[in-house]
Nanobody, 123 residues
Framework: QVQLVESGGGSVQAGGSLRLSCAASGYGYSGYCMAWFRQALGKEREGIARIDNGGTTTYADSVKGRFTISRDNAKKLLFLQMNSLKPEDTAVYYC?????????????????WGQGTQVTVSS
């Protein structure tokens, strides 16, 4: 089972960009479905992007066209490039992992989570 550590969060003005990274340790990273979730204060956790172990990506409508998820299996890294950021993107962002071909949207299916990184977008 992998362990996950996010980095790259911070504060940015609306319209700006940030790149989040998630470093995995452990074995079998290339076989994992990887995903990014976020949780804003007082709101439910939201799945925003996922990439399966074949490289297929899926995005929530709220971030489609602005965010890009990618992975580097050799370095055991997951990325989230966030462009055209909006104040409503403010949240704690988490990476999550689930081993196998099934790559669902719901967080309940993921059994490994990072500690989260704060993203704050000011208007």
């Amino acid at each position: 089972q992998v362990q996950l550590v996010e980095s790259g969060g911070g504060s940015v003005q609306a319209g700006g960009s940030l790149r989040l990274s998630c470093a995995a340790s452990g074995y079998g990273y290339s076989g994992y479905c990887m995903a990014w979730f976020r949780q804003a204060l007082g709101k439910e956790r939201e799945g925003i992007a996922r990439i399966d172990n074949g490289g297929t990506t899926t995005y929530a409508d709220s971030v489609k066209g602005r965010f890009t998820i990618s992975r580097d299996n050799a370095k055991k890294l997951l990325f989230l490039q966030m462009n055209s950021l909006k104040p409503e993107d403010t949240a704690v962002y988490y990476c999550a992992a689930r081993y196998g071909n099934f790559c669902p949207a719901a967080g309940v299916y993921f059994n490994t989570w990072g500690q989260g990184t704060q993203v704050t977008v000011s208007s």
